[in-house]
């Protein structure tokens, strides 16, 4: 004990009482979080309800319609259960009518009252033959079941309290397989009981699904169970079965971990849920527009836009048969619209969740703005305490809101809020008695813990970004689709179909620029902005370079071989895609560039401009990668270096010699490399000493040699200069230097 009060004193001595309280504070709200009593439950669920009404979900598009047993279809054909013909005429309707789907919001659990067999049983005053005859119809049920083997249909069932009679497992069931930590099933909720439909529209149907919805205390709806337990049966609700049955998935998917289920998973889409399986329902306003009438699509008097299309839900808003729940968005919403909600939210991928780390969020915001609290608190004074309190209420609210709305999130700042203001409540009354008592000694001990300049001036005011750069010697690269145009055009119904392509080629791209030390600056559109040497130093920026350049041909060529072979394959139009590739060195400045909101480390300066010209060059060459000369200097002895021109680029007013890389140092020690090398520089000396006809003769022994191909393009480009030339030629004093018209 002695020891126990000697430890206490020397921390209330090194920290203060107050402090030591808060600190234990910290301790006993954590604890009351893992706990999770019902008043901290509440105040975040009212939390998150407030966010659903400031920020409902937004309707985009209407791909639910929900066929209402409202009063009108009670009063037009009467009471409810109606015979089950009725419900075949329903569905015989809503498909002709372009239905997608069609789902139950109702249980069909008992025969119906009216099948021909029962009314000959209980109909008084009948002779034989009638009864005879009555029981040589059709039942009800199997009209129904007919109807609904002649569509797509989604069968309701519903969870019970108590078991009613036997699972019946010839029946059909819905297959639901667990990925991840076993023994997810005990997280799931359970229903002892389980109500069917009968058998005979059970064994027809295109799947079933549970339509019990849990309510929360306070009797809102918030969640939705997506897999639950009937009667030891996991099974999905009737929400999700529509979609398994619409995107074609064979078995569900329940992704787990040992904090409980993470998500649902379908073919293509996963549905986030909480560690109990229950999708949290991202409310739209109500909407009377998503509604018709049973009676009018009885009476084919519905719009076709309606029902084409869409995916039916069966259901009823009448007040007699009491199925209106209360959400956050609405006081009365029938239950059928919570479903429609569900499917609205993922068809429409505008779901929210609570996700599982979201705990260790709360406990990490509490822990570190609570230890902020309680370090900087006690040193401010009146005015700044309170901007203090402000500004961390501030920060925790709009975090929790930035994550709704911008990655629908549910992360909470109530408790965190409720931690922070406790200290600081605690914090303030601790500092106004100490003030009370000793004035002078406490302005002592403020200024014995007073922090740092640079953190005081942290804690006080937004870090400013300074912006700035240096000058260094840097290798740009610009690289470009040619005709990426054209290509993109035949993607014009396909946009999501030409981002796969764009991330197709841009991925193996970027990685080869990146394997060679190079940094990517941007992305525009399907071009590359890179350099090297920058923010890393790399003593040989060239040969990174020019390696990347020709990594990058390679690597097009891999695509390209790929996606001819998926044209054959799949009929379609193969065109290539070529890469044009501009390499300049020279001196950039480099440094964060753009504004105190947005910056970029990025390079600008003379051998950018270059770089960005040399890569529109290079279809005129009829090479696809285009070097200035300090690149090419530096990358001689390793690539084969063809010179093409001395140009004159827009913009400058010193030109540039330019040159191509044909290849490695195998393509440059190559006889064939060599003799067109020299073809190459006898043409270019002819041509820049006007001797045009000896340009010419160069021009045609080139072609006569082999892979004279590969420089077609630049023959006939001197061939028309020089042709030119002969009619007009040049000024005096011309030093073949030829300027560029564009850029």
Not at 85 to 96: F, K, M, P, S
Not at 150 to 161: D, K, P
Not at 570 to 582: R, T
Not at 712 to 725: A, H, N, Q, S, W
């Amino acid at each position: 004990m002695k020891r126990l009060k000697i430890l206490r004193r020397w921390f209330a001595r090194k920290l203060g009482f107050a402090r030591l309280m808060c600190l234990a504070l910290l301790v006993v709200f954590a604890g009351a979080r893992l706990w999770d009593p019902p008043p901290i439950q509440e105040l975040r669920l009212r939390t998150f309800d407030m966010f659903q009404l400031i920020d409902p979900r937004h309707k985009a598009a209407r791909p639910v319609t929900i066929v209402d047993i409202d009063d009108k279809s009670l009063a037009t054909l009467g009471q409810w259960p109606w015979p089950r013909t009725r419900i075949a005429d329903l569905i015989q309707n809503l498909t002709n009518n372009g239905a997608v789907a069609i789902g139950f919001d109702v249980v069909f659990s008992e025969a119906d009252r009216l099948n021909p067999d029962l009314v000959a049983s209980q109909m008084r005053y009948l002779d034989d033959a009638t009864r005879a005859k009555l029981r040589e119809l059709p039942s009800n049920d199997q009209i129904l079941a007919d109807a609904i083997k002649r569509s797509r249909v989604i069968l309701g069932e519903t969870g019970q309290r108590a078991i009613s009679s036997e699972v019946d497992k010839s029946l059909p069931f819905t297959g639901v397989a667990t990925v991840g930590e076993d023994g997810a099933e005990r997280f799931l909720f359970e229903f002892p009981g389980l109500l069917r439909n009968v058998p005979e529209i059970e064994k027809v149907a295109a799947g079933r699904g549970l339509f019990s919805i849990k309510t929360e205390r306070d009797g809102l709806i918030r969640r939705v169970p997506m897999i639950m337990r009937a009667q030891g049966m996991v099974m999905p609700s009737l929400s999700l079965e529509i979609l398994r049955v619409v995107t074609g998935t064979p078995t569900l998917l329940v992704r787990s971990d040992k904090t409980g289920v993470r998500a649902v998973r379908l073919k293509g889409v996963e549905i986030p849920t909480d560690r109990n399986g229950q999708l949290w329902v991202h409310y739209a306003r109500q909407d009377p527009s998503i509604y018709v009438s049973a009676a009018d699509v009885l009476d084919n008097t519905v719009p076709p836009n309606k029902i084409a299309g869409k995916l039916v839900l069966i259901g009823t808003s009448a007040v007699g048969l009491n199925d209106i729940k209360t959400t956050p968005v609405s006081s009365t919403m029938p239950g059928v619209e919570i479903h429609a909600q569900v499917l609205e939210s993922v068809l429409s991928g505008a779901v929210i969740s609570q996700p599982n780390y979201a705990l260790g969020v709360e406990l990490l915001a509490a822990l570190i703005i609570g230890l902020l609290v309680i370090i900087f608190t006690p040193n401010l004074g009146p005015v700044r305490l309170v901007l203090a309190g402000a500004t961390f209420a501030a920060i925790l609210i709009g975090v929790s809101w930035f994550f709704y709305v911008q990655y629908r999130y549910l992360i909470d700042f109530t408790y965190p809020l409720l931690s922070t203001t406790a200290i600081y409540l605690t914090l303030i009354f601790a500092s106004f008695v100490r003030e009370q008592r000793q004035r002078v000694q406490i302005r002592g001990m403020f200024a014995q813990y007073m922090s740092p300049v640079l953190v005081e001036q942290l804690a006080q005011s937004p870090e400013k970004l300074v912006l700035g750069g240096e000058e260094r010697e840097m290798t740009i690269m610009f690289s470009d689709v040619r005709g990426f145009t054209t290509i993109s055009e035949t993607y014009k119904h396909d946009p999501q179909g030409l981002i796969a392509l764009m991330n197709r080629f841009l991925t193996p791209l970027t990685d080869v620029i990146i394997d060679q030390k190079g940094y990517i600056d941007k992305y525009m559109g399907d071009a590359i902005m890179a350099f090297w040497n920058a923010p890393l130093d790399d003593a040989e920026h060239e040969v990174n370079a020019c390696e990347a350049a020709i990594q990058m041909l390679e690597r097009i060529d891999a695509v390209n071989k790929d996606r001819e072979q998926e044209a054959v394959d799949g009929g379609h139009v193969y065109i290539p895609l070529n890469v044009g590739i501009g390499l300049n060195t020279g001196i950039g400045v480099v440094g964060n560039m753009g504004s105190d909101l947005k910056k970029n480390y990025s390079v600008l300066g003379d051998s950018v401009n270059l770089a960005s010209r040399l890569e529109g060059q290079s279809k005129e060459y009829g090479f696809p990668i285009i070097v200035g000369s300090r690149t090419a200097l530096a990358a001689k002895d390793k690539f084969a270096i063809l010179e093409l021109d001395f140009i004159m680029v827009k913009g400058k007013t010193e030109p540039e010699v330019i040159y191509a890389i044909a290849g490695r140092a195998d393509v440059m020690l190559s006889g064939a490399f060599q003799r067109l090398r020299n073809v190459t520089i006898e043409m270019l000396a002819c041509y820049r000493s006007r001797d045009w006809q000896g340009a010419l003769d160069a021009i045609e022994r080139g072609r006569r040699s082999e892979d004279a191909d590969t420089l077609e393009k630049l023959f006939k480009l001197y061939e028309v200069r020089i042709k030119e030339f002969q009619i007009n030629p040049p000024p005096e004093g011309w030093t073949g230097a030829y300027a560029l018209l564009t850029k």
